[in-house]
Antibody, heavy 123, light 112 residues
Framework: QLHLQESGPGLVKPSGTLSLTCTVS??????????WGWIRQPPGKGLKWIGS???????YYSPSLKSRVTISLDTSKNQFSLKLNSVTAADTAVYYC???????????????WGRGTLVTVSS | DIVMTQSPLSLPVTPGEPASISCRSS???????????LDWYVQKPGQSPQVLIY???NRASGVPDRFSGSGSGTDFTLKITRVEAEDVGVYYC?????????FGGGTKVEIK
């Protein structure tokens, strides 16, 4: 059974770097049928797509975050990660890692989500 | 960015009655391949979102057949034929045609 688990610091200082890891069990991130991505949800608000990556290295990032974000895969550990630089309070959110079906486009649907982890940006 | 607009914002429903949520996009989501790149998700209280409908009208695995998706171009609808208590949550549409993928603001379905 597929399981995605986010891990990382729950508190990051302003101007610092948010770093999260998603550990995948029950499937291989080297599977060419899927992208691996991140979505976030500020407290009490809606969903915002951050970006996704395939095992071949193809990455798609939200243009509004592109200058600050990096998604990478570690196939040896079956993990993928998110790094977001120069964070501010506006980056406070629940961060979800997810698996996205490759559909010939940018991916649809997001067919499996982690439970999410709250990251707060505060001094 | 493609802007996704959902209505209503809140939807009180009576169990056993039908419900309908509208989603409109600022640009057509109909690809040249004939597929509408529009998905529907539900986020039940305290849970992660889960997919209900993908590529316009395809029900995801395990989703009850009381859920259906329809529409094309810029206008889409999620219908629940008979609402059950377990259907409470926030429903989101999402376009997957163009980067960045964008979500609607959500429709909160609650039991009357």
């Amino acid at each position: 059974q597929l399981h995605l688990q986010e891990s990382g610091p729950g508190l990051v200082k302003p101007s610092g770097t948010l770093s999260l890891t998603c550990t995948v069990s029950g499937a291989s991130i080297g599977d060419s049928n899927y992208y691996w991505g991140w979505i976030r949800q500020p407290p009490g608000k809606g969903l915002k797509w951050i970006g996704s990556m395939s095992y071949t290295g193809t990455t798609y990032y939200s243009p509004s975050l592109k200058s600050r974000v990096t998604i990478s895969l570690d196939t040896s550990k079956n993990q993928f990660s998110l790094k977001l630089n120069s964070v501010t309070a506006a980056d406070t959110a629940v961060y979800y890692c997810a698996r996205v079906v490759v559909d010939g486009g940018y991916g649809s649907p997001i067919n499996h989500w982690g439970r999410g982890t709250l990251v707060t940006v505060s001094s | 960015d493609i802007v996704m607009t959902q209505s209503p914002l809140s939807l009180p429903v009576t169990p056993g009655e039908p419900a309908s949520i509208s989603c409109r996009s600022s640009q057509s989501l109909l690809h040249g391949n004939g597929i509408n790149y529009l998905d529907w998700y539900v986020q039940k209280p305290g849970q992660s979102p889960q997919v209900l409908i993908y590529l316009g009208s395809n029900r995801a695995s395990g989703v009850p057949d009381r859920f259906s998706g329809s529409g094309s171009g810029t206008d889409f609808t999620l219908k629940i034929t008979r609402v059950e208590a377990e259907d409470v949550g926030v429903y989101y549409c999402m376009q997957a045609l163009q980067i960045p993928l964008t979500f609607g603001g959500g429709t909160k379905v609650e039991i009357k």
